[in-house]
């Protein structure tokens, strides 16, 4: 056989073998602050598959309205004390819920004292870890001095992502990692500010939080540097919990408390709108934004806290705990479902 076939088979063969390897999982080489870059060929592939990693729940999400009809398909008691639920997470073969025990609440001062509106208060903040039918199998205490609210959490395929902040506005943040096999807990980095939520969006490597009330974001390498941040530019909800939605986008839950009519209690009785959004990370703007009315056992709106949404083409599936442990039936949680056409 001539040489230059040989060269010509030897190429086609190594062409091959890239590709097969970059579409079975992209090589991210890290850099020296942390971030990551892909690779010139996975970032071709990635372009030319955008669509098809556009998965099935931001394309069906996208398709929600009011007139979707949701139905409450499963009830999973949990039966050990929960406390203030906060955010939860799904893997193959364990949920994982974050909570906060308050022991002594904040209380509001008549005006704010050292940039603060209230007092630090103290709690504990728990990470429990369940087997899928809510047997806990773990309770990992997660924050340090006046850092102990755990807010919502995100599964990026290895790592649980928790954010642990003050209970008051305008205060700090710890970033936790928690492997999700072997329950290894590292602290990645502090912030300033409380971070209520967070995602990992895996096109950039970067860690992406919303503050008290989801009224900002903060996007920041894994070493705590922060790139960018900007407005929500929704003010429908304030997000509680969120998941990172390939590509690029984040989908949110969440709550607001608004006032009732007067002969409904008024001021002082709050009506609880609840609602879930979806956003992209790249444009920052918000793709589609839906309301949502379902209630639980205690009486409060499904969106309340923990969320989770998974996709199986046309039909949507919603796990949600809005009940705290010392509530009614205690926490629940609660699976949704829709077909949306």
Known sequence: MSIPRIQGILTTAATLVLAGSTIAGAFVSPQADGSSQATASNQAVRATNHHTADTALADTFARVDRSTVWEQTGKLKLD?????????????????LSSVE????????????????RTAGKG???LFVMDKQGNLQQDIIL?????????GIDFDGTNVWVPVSQYRPNSSTLIYKVNAETLDVQKQFEVKDHFGGIVMDKQTGHLVGNTWGSRRFAEWNLHGKE??????????????????????????????????TPSAGGTEAKYELGGIALTDLKTRTVIRDIPFQQWSSAGHVATRNPFKMTADGDRLTMKVAPDDGDEVNGTEILTYEATVK
């Open 80 to 96: 050990f004390p929960t406390f203030h639920t906060e955010g939860i997470a799904f893997t193959e073969d364990r949920i994982f």
């Open 102 to 117: 308050i022991t002594e609440p904040t209380v509001k001062y008549p005006t704010p004292q050292d940039g603060y509106d």
């Open 124 to 126: 504990v903040g728990h």
């Open 143 to 151: 924050g340090e001095g006046d850092m102990y609210h755990p807010g």
């Open 227 to 260: 790139l960018a941040s900007w407005e929500n530019p929704n003010n429908f909800i304030d997000y509680q919990d969120c998941q990172y939605v390939p590509n690029s986008k984040m989908l949110c839950s969440g709550i607001a408390n608004l006032p009732q």
